[in-house]
């Protein structure tokens, strides 16, 4: 058990769609792309989405550059990237683009991948996750860390998407293990 308490931000559920069963242990972070734009209130704005009948799934959190919301609680399994159990999903504010991570030198992007590095941090921290970036093997493997729906995609065949597409993913995983050795420092 880990002597670091997971984050609690304002809490804006329960979704319309999770699954039964626990949660826990945590294995992987999974992060996303919403598919609408990354602005201010964006977060709130999924948080309703997936509070209706008609989403088409849920997560655990969703962040925008000025705000991260939780709308499933982190024992709750919910639909986020198939095989979901033992996953949390991170919802990034972002409109995903296959080949060009241009998007990400924006202010607001920025801002956003900064929420999203303190997010994770604490959520490693909290639940043991190592943070270290896992493609389809390591998936497949078992192993624990911080993915991609679009690697879990690839790894279980269990859905189509490719979020977040292109994005700073070595800039992020840097940052990430700076924040987790701050986060350890100052706890």
């Not at 192993?143 to 700073?168: E, L, M, Y």
């Not at 050795?181 to 100052?186: I, L, N, T």
């Amino acid at each position: 058990m880990s002597k670091f308490r997971p984050p609690s931000p304002p809490y804006l559920g329960p979704a319309a769609h999770t699954s039964p069963g626990d949660n826990k242990p945590i294995n992987r972070i999974v992060l996303h792309s919403t598919v609408s734009a990354c602005e201010p209130g964006g977060a709130r704005q999924i948080a309703a989405y997936f509070r209706g009948p008609s989403a088409g799934g849920s997560a655990h959190y969703v962040v925008d550059p000025s705000e991260t919301v939780q709308v499933v609680y982190d024992g709750v399994i919910a639909w986020h990237a198939p095989p979901n159990a033992h996953s949390l999903g991170v919802e990034m504010c972002d409109m995903p683009v296959a080949k060009d991570k241009s998007r990400w030198d924006s202010k607001n992007h920025q801002q956003m991948l900064d929420r999203v590095v303190r997010l994770v941090a604490s959520l490693c921290l909290a639940y043991d996750v190592p943070p270290r970036f896992l493609g389809p093997i390591a998936l497949k493997l078992g192993r624990r860390g911080i993915t991609t729906h679009a690697n879990v995609s690839a790894a279980f065949k269990q859905s189509t998407h490719w979020d977040p597409g292109a994005w700073p993913r070595r800039e992020f995983m840097r940052a990430l293990r700076a924040e987790v050795k701050r986060q350890r420092r100052a706890g």
